[in-house]
């Protein structure tokens, strides 16, 4: 295909470099034939990986059922699928939306207006982390931690301050009698794959317990199973009063969900938030069957199973490369963090028919479908070694 031409009618907001045409367990393929190791997922989303053949049925199964209805109705799936979410976060109520933005402006959205069920004069204000990433919508955008993002579209929501990730003093010094909810990742992956310190969740778990504040924990990249729980927030042994998520959630059909302890979600009633495509049938019968697959082939422990030879294989790099500063996450949520810009090794390992993503401009973000097995690790890391030995580096 001609990228030139491909490229004519949309708004040029990426540097798209080719074109796929289909897809065979992590693989996959150009319009070209050419086979590629996919290692980023569609952006940690396809948690199965490609061509799930009890995915896919799903999806036939129920497009020759029903599609859309609209929320004026109940539909199965989507009642079948707030159990699963539920019972897999620990909260009560769940909101299907089409996106992990618009999970997070509902989040936004439910926490102020909870704040108001309590104090009719709070001024929502909300405390954000530095060099977080929320999504592009303007509300999710005001809560992102980095100004590049945020400027050209600025003024944005209000009421919005900036604390540092893991400074659990700096959090302190924000907060204000019209403080309504604190936001931020359990494990920071645009930002550049920062998890959480346990001290540092721990501690504002009891301090938005001792201030009446809500905790907003977004799962949208980091949960479904990608760092060997089924959220981030499980490895610390706390519970928040909202969460969100998206990505892996439908494996690749467009859907979120932010969802909240009882008392909390009830404070919106109807006419307060709504969507015309969320929670429709299709989007979560595929919620339903990644949850159902998730736990037929053990997909959880089959993270925890791999995680610790993926690291160790990265590790291994990091000994035999000058370049690599340093290798963290959780996980099959791991970074690369790199002396050199990160497009320069993403570039290069696409020519080489590896798929990579960065986090920020120097760190390679790992976050593979979570079926992956030792060979494609191993493969990876063989590119990568090329790749770094050709540059000298």
Do not use: W
Not at 27 to 49: P, Q
Not at 85 to 90: H, I, T, V
Not at 147 to 152: G, I, N, V
């Amino acid at each position: 295909m001609d990228i030139r031409k491909a490229d004519q009618h949309f708004i040029h907001t990426y540097n798209r470099s080719t074109t796929f045409v289909r897809g065979e367990e992590m693989y996959l393929i150009n319009d070209e034939g050419k086979k590629y190791l996919d290692m980023g997922a569609g952006i940690a989303v396809s948690a199965l990986g490609y061509s799930n053949e009890e995915y896919k049925q799903g999806l036939k199964d129920q497009v020759d059922k029903l599609i859309h209805i609209s929320n004026l109705y109940f539909n199965e799936p989507a009642v079948k699928a707030a159990n699963y979410l539920c019972e897999a976060s620990g909260m009560d109520r769940v909101f299907f939306t089409n996106s992990g933005a618009e999970a997070i402006e509902g989040a936004l959205k439910l926490a102020r207006k909870y704040a108001r069920t309590k104090n009719p004069d709070n001024g929502g204000e909300i405390i954000a982390m530095e060099h977080s990433f929320h999504g592009r919508t303007m509300g999710a955008l005001s809560v992102t931690g980095t100004k590049h993002y945020r400027e050209p579209f600025e003024p944005l929501i209000g009421g919005v301050s900036f604390a540092e990730y893991n400074n659990l003093d700096s959090v302190k010094a924000l907060i204000t009698s019209d403080t309504c909810a604190i936001i931020m990742e359990s494990l920071q992956g645009e930002g550049g794959i920062h998890p959480a310190s346990e001290d540092f969740m721990k501690g504002v778990r009891a301090l938005c317990d001792e201030k009446g504040i809500l905790l907003i924990l977004d799962e949208i990249q980091c949960g479904m199973g990608r760092t060997g729980k089924m959220f981030a927030f499980q490895h610390y042994g706390i519970l928040p009063d909202i969460i969100t998520s998206a990505k892996a959630l439908g494996c690749g059909v467009p859907v979120g969900a932010f969802a909240a302890k009882e008392e909390i979600a009830q404070a919106l009633v109807p006419g307060d938030h709504g969507t015309t495509y969320g929670g429709n049938p299709l989007a979560t019968a595929a919620v339903c069957k990644v949850f159902e697959i998730y736990k037929k082939d053990h997909i959880v422990e089959h993270v925890n199973e791999l995680a610790p030879y993926l690291i160790d294989k990265l590790n291994a790099l990091a000994a035999k490369h000058s370049c690599i500063k340093d290798v963290r996450g959780i996980g099959f949520m791991q970074g690369i963090e790199l002396d050199v810009p990160a497009g320069e090794i993403v570039g290069a390992a696409l020519s080489k028919g590896l798929i990579l993503i960065s986090a920020g401009t120097n760190i390679i973000r790992i976050v593979p479908p979570l079926v992956a097995g030792k060979e494609h690790i191993n493969e990876m890391c063989r590119i990568l070694d090329e790749i770094f030995t050709e540059k000298g580096i």
